[in-house]
C-alpha cells in the first residue's frame, strides 16, 4: 500500500475498514518530511508530538464508529492560519515568536474532525508574493525542479501536497495564492466564494479579498475539505449565511449542455503558447464530455493589475499598521524614543516586499491621491463584477489559464516586482469580483513542468467548478514529481 499517495477518500475507505492506522500513515507523512524537505523546505513548523497525539485521538474514534469525512487525515497548515499553542509566522520576523491563544475558526472546524496536523508551512511574507522567496525563514522549492520556485504565497501548502509530504493542506488565495501555486506544483486548489470560509484568525493580508481554502490532490479531496471549512461565523461579520450543501455532490454528472466561457483576453499577448494550448486542448475535451465552448470578452482585463495592487496594498497598509514593536511582535533592542521604537521595530520587522506594499498602500490614500488611485480602483471593482455577470448570464462557467507561464526560477522575477505583479494577471479578477474558482493540472511543458487551468464559477457555486474541474481530471495522466 503506498500510503504517501492515497488521496482523502481512498485514506477513509482503508481507517473505516481497519486495513491502517492513523498512526501508521501519520509515520509515514513524518517520515517523509524528514528525508526529503530539508531539500524542499515546506515546514516551518513540524508538530511532531501534536500530531501523534492526534493520531491516537483519531483512531479512538475510528474504533468507536463515529469518524467524520477527514478524522485521521494529515494536513498542513499555512502560516498565517492561527493554530492555538504553535507558532504562527506569517514568514516574517515580526512574528517569528508569535504563538496564538486560540485557533482559526476554520482551523476549530477541521479540529472538530479530530484530523492530524503536521506542522506549518512556508509562504510569501504576510502572503505578499508569489513565489514564497519573500519568506524570512523558508524559501520552499518546487518539486518538480528545485531550480524553480513553488509559486504563492501559499507555496508551501501547494509543494507540500505535490512531494506527498501531507495528504492535503490549507492556503489562503488575496490574488491567487492557492491557484497558482497549485498550478506551479500540479496539485488542484480552490479559492471559495468571498465570504464562505470564515476570515477569523487568518493573519490579515487585504480584507476584501482574502479567502481560506485547501489544497489536494483532486477536486474531490479539496470538496471534502470545503465541506468541513465552510458557514456562517459569528467571529467573522463578512461570512455569508448561504446554506453549506455537499460541495461533492455533483461530481461525477454529466457536462452536457453546460456553457463554457473562454474570454479572449486571457489567452491574449503575455501568455506562453505551450499554456494556451494546453488550456485549450482540455477546452476540447470538455467539447467532447458534451460541453459548449462560448467565445466571449472581458476588456476590463487589462485594468485588473492596478486595480488589484491599489485596493490590495492600500488595505495591508492599514491591516498591517498595528505591529508596532508595543502591542506584539517584534520589537527593536534598540530605542530612545516611542517614535524611533515603531520605526525600528517595523524596519527590522518586515521584509522589503511588504514594506512595498506598505508604502504603495499609503500613497494611494494620501491626501491629494485617493481619489486619483483608491476611488478610481472601487470603480474598476465594480466593472470587472458587472462584466463577469455578463458572461454568467449565458454561460455557466469560465474557463481560463491560471498562470501566463509555468514554474520559473527566482532569478527570472523575483528580483523585479513589476514582472511579479504582472504574472497574477490569470488571477486577480476573481478575488476582486468574490467569485468562486478552482486550478487543476491540464498538461506538462517540454521540460515536465505542470500547467494549470482556472475554471471559474458564479457566487458560491463552488458545486458547479469542482464538477468540471473533476470531469477532467479523470481523464487526464498526472505525472509525479520525481524526488
Given at each position: 500500500m503506498d500510503i504517501q499517495t492515497m488521496k482523502i477518500s481512498a485514506l477513509r475507505e482503508a481507517y473505516d475498514k481497519k486495513d491502517i492506522s492513523v498512526k501508521e500513515v501519520t509515520e509515514c507523512?513524518?517520515?517523509?518530511?524528514?528525508?526529503?524537505?530539508?531539500?524542499?523546505?515546506?515546514y516551518i513548523t513540524l508538530t511532531k508530538e501534536k500530531a501523534l497525539a492526534q493520531a491516537e485521538k483519531a483512531q479512538k474514534r475510528i474504533n468507536d464508529g463515529k469518524a467524520e469525512p477527514l478524522t485521521g487525515i494529515p494536513m498542513a497548515i499555512k502560516d498565517n492560519i492561527c493554530t492555538v499553542g504553535v507558532k504562527t509566522t506569517c514568514s516574517s520576523n515580526i512574528l517569528e515568536n508569535f504563538i496564538p491563544p486560540y485557533n482559526a475558526t476554520a482551523m476549530d472546524k477541521l479540529d472538530e474532525m479530530d484530523i492530524v496536523m503536521l506542522g506549518k508551512v512556508s509562504?510569501?511574507?504576510?502572503?505578499?508574493?508569489?513565489?514564497?522567496?519573500?519568506?524570512?525563514?523558508?524559501?520552499?522549492?518546487?518539486?518538480?525542479?528545485?531550480?524553480?520556485?513553488?509559486?504563492?504565497?501559499?507555496?508551501?501548502?501547494?509543494?507540500?501536497?505535490?512531494?506527498?509530504?501531507?495528504?492535503?493542506?490549507?492556503?489562503?488565495?488575496?490574488?491567487?495564492?492557492?491557484?497558482?501555486?497549485?498550478?506551479?506544483?500540479?496539485v488542484t486548489g480552490i479559492k471559495p466564494t468571498y465570504g464562505r470560509v470564515s476570515r477569523f484568525g487568518l493573519v490579515a493580508f487585504a480584507s476584501s479579498l482574502d479567502q481560506i481554502g485547501p489544497v489536494g490532490k483532486d477536486s474531490l479531496d479539496c470538496g471534502i475539505i470545503l465541506n468541513a471549512i465552510c458557514g456562517a461565523d459569528h467571529h467573522d461579520g463578512t461570512t455569508e449565511k448561504q446554506p453549506v450543501t455537499d460541495f461533492t455532490a455533483k461530481i461525477g454528472g454529466s457536462l452536457k449542455g453546460m456553457k463554457i466561457a473562454l474570454p479572449a483576453e486571457f489567452f491574449a499577448e503575455g501568455i506562453d503558447d505551450d499554456v494556451k494550448a494546453s488550456v485549450m486542448n482540455a477546452a476540447k475535451e470538455?467539447?467532447?464530455?458534451?460541453?459548449?465552448?462560448?467565445?466571449?470578452?472581458?476588456?476590463?482585463?487589462?485594468?485588473?493589475?492596478?486595480?488589484?495592487?491599489?485596493?490590495?496594498?492600500?488595505?495591508?497598509?492599514?491591516?498591517?499598521?498595528?505591529?508596532?514593536?508595543?502591542?506584539?511582535?517584534?520589537?527593536?533592542?534598540?530605542?530612545?524614543?516611542?517614535?524611533?521604537?515603531?520605526?525600528?521595530?517595523?524596519?527590522?520587522?518586515?521584509?522589503?516586499?511588504?514594506?512595498?506594499?506598505?508604502?504603495?498602500?499609503?500613497?494611494?490614500?494620501?491626501?491629494?491621491?485617493?481619489?486619483?488611485?483608491?476611488?478610481?480602483?472601487?470603480?474598476?471593482?465594480?466593472?470587472?463584477?458587472?462584466?463577469?455577470?455578463?458572461?454568467?448570464?449565458?454561460?455557466?462557467?469560465?474557463?481560463?489559464?491560471?498562470?501566463?507561464?509555468?514554474?520559473?526560477?527566482?532569478?527570472?522575477?523575483?528580483?523585479?516586482?513589476?514582472?511579479?505583479?504582472?504574472?497574477?494577471?490569470?488571477?486577480?479578477?476573481?478575488?476582486?469580483?468574490?467569485?468562486?474558482?478552482?486550478?487543476?493540472?491540464?498538461?506538462?511543458?517540454?521540460?515536465?513542468?505542470?500547467?494549470?487551468?482556472?475554471?471559474?464559477?458564479?457566487?458560491?457555486?463552488?458545486?458547479?467548478?469542482?464538477?468540471?474541474?473533476?470531469?477532467?481530471?479523470?481523464?487526464?495522466?498526472?505525472?509525479?514529481?520525481?524526488?
Open positions: 507523512y513524518l517520515d517523509r518530511i524528514e528525508k526529503y524537505d530539508g531539500e524542499l523546505d515546506c509562504m510569501d511574507e504576510f502572503a505578499m508574493g508569489g513565489s514564497t522567496q519573500t519568506s524570512a525563514f523558508k524559501k520552499t522549492k518546487n518539486p518538480y525542479n528545485k531550480a524553480c520556485v513553488p509559486g504563492g504565497s501559499s507555496g508551501g501548502s501547494a509543494a507540500a501536497v505535490a512531494a506527498d509530504l501531507c495528504a492535503a493542506a490549507l492556503g489562503s488565495d488575496t490574488g491567487g495564492s492557492i491557484r497558482q501555486p497549485a498550478a506551479f506544483c500540479g470538455y467539447e467532447k464530455m458534451g460541453a459548449e465552448l462560448v467565445n466571449c470578452s472581458m476588456p476590463s482585463l487589462k485594468y485588473a493589475i492596478p486595480c488589484y495592487y491599489i485596493l490590495a496594498c492600500a488595505e495591508a497598509a492599514s491591516n498591517l499598521s498595528r505591529y508596532d514593536g508595543i502591542k506584539y511582535g517584534h520589537r527593536t533592542a534598540e530605542a530612545d524614543s516611542y517614535e524611533e521604537l515603531i520605526i525600528k521595530s517595523r524596519s527590522e520587522g518586515f521584509g522589503d516586499e511588504v514594506k512595498r506594499r506598505i508604502l504603495l498602500g499609503n500613497y494611494c490614500l494620501s491626501s491629494g491621491y485617493y481619489d486619483a488611485y483608491y476611488r478610481k480602483a472601487l470603480g474598476l471593482r465594480q466593472l470587472i463584477r458587472k462584466e463577469y455577470n455578463d458572461i454568467f448570464s449565458k454561460c455557466d462557467v469560465i474557463l481560463t489559464p491560471s498562470t501566463p507561464s509555468v514554474a520559473y526560477r527566482p532569478d527570472e522575477k523575483v528580483d523585479d516586482p513589476v514582472k511579479m505583479y504582472q504574472a497574477d494577471i490569470c488571477t486577480v479578477t476573481v478575488n476582486i469580483a468574490g467569485l468562486p474558482a478552482v486550478n487543476t493540472t491540464c498538461g506538462y511543458n517540454a521540460d515536465g513542468m505542470p500547467i494549470g487551468m482556472s475554471v471559474i464559477g458564479r457566487k458560491f457555486d463552488e458545486a458547479t467548478i469542482l464538477q468540471v474541474s473533476s470531469a477532467f481530471e479523470n481523464g487526464f495522466d498526472v505525472k509525479k514529481p520525481k524526488l
